[in-house]
Nanobody
Framework: QVQLVESGGGLVQAGGSLRLSCAAS????????MGWFRQAPGKEREFVAA????????PYADSAKGRFTISRDNAKSTVYLQMNSLKPEDTAVYYC???????????????WGQGTQVTVSS
């Protein structure tokens, strides 16, 4: 049974930082590409960042470029999202997802975590 468990969300002031983690189990982590998505109230789920199996490819949404960094530790079966210079518009539930193939489309992902809330106050 595949499980993805996010952690690290919380309340932070604008300009602050958070580091999200997503621990995977039930799959051979190094054979899966990973992604981070987010969903704000009343909005559709949107792509934030993705990372290939080796970590060599890391596309970002325009809103995340220069502020967020995705990384992975295959030995720990964990993917991270370091978020700096946070803005109120970054407030959302953040989800990690796993897929055999590197992709930025949410509907391509096979497995999803339960999400972690990130709230950025102004």
């Amino acid at each position: 049974q595949v499980q993805l468990v996010e952690s690290g969300g919380g309340l932070v002031q604008a300009g602050g930082s958070l580091r999200l983690s997503c621990a995977a189990s039930g799959l051979t982590f190094s054979t899966y590409a990973m992604g981070w998505f987010r969903q704000a109230p009343g909005k559709e789920r949107e792509f934030v960042a993705a990372i290939s199996r080796s970590g060599g490819s890391t596309p970002y949404a325009d809103s995340a470029k220069g502020r967020f960094t995705i990384s992975r530790d295959n030995a720990k079966s964990t993917v991270y999202l370091q978020m700096n210079s946070l803005k109120p518009e970054d407030t959302a539930v953040y989800y990690c997802a796993a897929n055999r193939w590197h992709n930025i489309q949410a509907n391509a992902y096979d497995y999803w975590g339960q999400g972690t809330q990130v709230t950025v106050s102004s």
